[in-house]
């Protein structure tokens, strides 16, 4: 049984920082669909839509009938353990770093034999297990094997911790905490762990609602944050950005309508000055801090969480200037992915629908309640998930945008919802 994770001591200044060693990141382009499955917390497999194999390690073609008639497809896990084995040594800098390390071969029930990381709480063989895919800190999926009855300390394996992001023990900087979004975040990570949750805060001297309880929680400090002000975010950075584990971007300008509706461009700059721009002046602040920690000890710096919108897929036109700057803050937020990752530091989007807050009154249900999304942010967090879309409304456009880009986007335009 895995012992919960007990608070790690303080660390010592005088000792070394040890840097990132990624574990090894290279994969065939036919291997990304699982890596792709993976980021959004599906474990997926290549089916063969000639004879129906499922097939491991992926290929090109089935090794059953050669069809190139390859499709991915959702499985279970569920198999057999038929043997183990521990690593007490590795000419691998990540592993040896981190022995000692236990893999295992199963056999799943689909039809195929893989090599997996192993649980702490998976017993000796033959034992029924069920195989899931993460990320690893490499930005690749990898298989881990995992006990059919878990219990409460699960994540708190060693292994497991290291595929994760979870912020129990780990100091969390949200960046807004005057919406009901920055506040549910805030709970939610106190009720996960959390050591520190420090709380952005752009008008200190405004009295806003829910600001009194949240600051009541002992693990809570609110600091002066304007994402629009560069000073404000490099002396932050100053203070803190040596201490924070993670980062969630939460603050966000939302204004109704799209061109025509609105003169002039001061609603768009500020939705861009705080959307866009403010996510590039915190990534460039906090951003070095983050990657020169990411091996720091139990509770390293491990993620960068940025609240985007399913309006970034594909345009919304009553939410016309508002979806054009999150799509821009999507491709940004690629762009740190992809610099983010030689670090091992996971960035996490995440995809509302639309949220029940001031912005969306009149939007008829359903909507999203701010508790719903901070818990999709946590559970992110400690599934290890890149991308995720949570409500209704966000798993049903992500559907229509993956079956035929161009057909939502004219049902958009058309009024469609």
Known sequence: MTLPLMRPPRKNPVLRTRQMNLPP???????????????????????????????????????QCLSPRLQWRAQ???????????????????????????????????????????????GPAPERVRVGARIDRAGQAVLIAYPLQGDAHMADDKMLREMTSDPKFRKVL??????????????ALVQAGA??????????????GGLDDISAL???TLVPLDLTNGRSVTELAGEIGGKV???????????NFGIAARRGTDAAKA????????????????????MGRSADGTTSATAWVNLLSIYALSNFPPHGTFSASKAAAHSLAQCL?????????????????????????????????????????????RDGIEDVYPGDVAQEWLERWRDNPKVLERELAAGGG
Not at 346 to 365: A, T
């Open 25 to 63: 990141g290279s994969r065939g382009r036919v291997a990304l669909g699982l890596t792709a499955a993976a980021a959004e917390g599906r474990f997926e497999l290549q089916t063969c839509a000639d004879c129906a194999s499922v097939q491991y390690p992926p290929r090109e073609v089935c090794h």
């Open 76 to 122: 279970s896990g569920e198999g057999v353990l038929l043997g183990s084995t521990t690593l007490h040594h590795s000419n691998d800098l990540f592993f040896r770093e981190r022995l000692p390390w236990r893999l295992g071969m199963v056999h799943l029930d689909a039809g195929p034999t893989v090599m997996t990381h192993l649980h702490g709480d998976v």
């Open 174 to 187: 949200v960046t807004d905490g005057k919406t009901d979004v920055g506040q549910a975040l805030v709970k």
């Open 195 to 208: 050591d520190i949750v420090w709380v952005g805060h752009a008008e200190p001297w405004k009295k806003m």
């Open 218 to 220: 002992p693990q809570v």
């Open 245 to 255: 584990d993670i980062v969630i971007n939460n603050a966000e300008v939302h204004r």
């Open 271 to 290: 939705e861009m000055d705080i959307n866009y721009f403010g996510f590039l002046r915190l990534a460039q602040a906090f951003g070095p801090a983050l």
């Open 337 to 381: 992915r992809a610099e983010m990752r030689p670090a091992g530091i996971r960035v996490i989007n995440v995809f509302p629908g639309p949220i029940d807050d001031e912005w969306n009154q009149q939007m008829p249900p359903p909507k999203l309640a701010p508790a719903s999304l901070a818990s999709a942010v946590v559970k992110a967090l």
